[in-house]
């Protein structure tokens, strides 16, 4: 496979990845606002700990992604890649 080839495939992998962090980025979202639009009366402890999830499924990957790790990953090789042509 030629560099170029090698590139594209980084570089096609780098993308989906982070349109899967981007999606799971949307749960995040929501439990942040549940937080942040709590009253006196809801249980802060439980919103906080789902909003803790969601980050940490963004992050290591939940049931259908593999999160910002692997985008990490696919940025190294991506870059690694792109700047060492030979």
Known sequence: ??????????RA?????FAE???SLGQVHVAFDAVRTASPEDN??????ALE???????DGGIVGSGANAHRRALEKFLELRDNPH
């Not at 496979?1 to 980084?10: N, V, W």
């Not at 802060?44 to 700990?49: Q, T, V």
């Not at 999830?53 to 992050?59: E, I, L, Y």
């Open 53 to 59: 999830d969601a980050a940490k499924d963004a992050r």
């Open 1 to 10: 496979m030629s560099h170029e080839e090698d590139l594209a495939k980084a």
């Open 44 to 49: 802060l402890h439980d919103l906080l700990k």
């Open 13 to 17: 992998k780098l993308d989906k990845e």
């Open 21 to 23: 962090v981007q999606e």
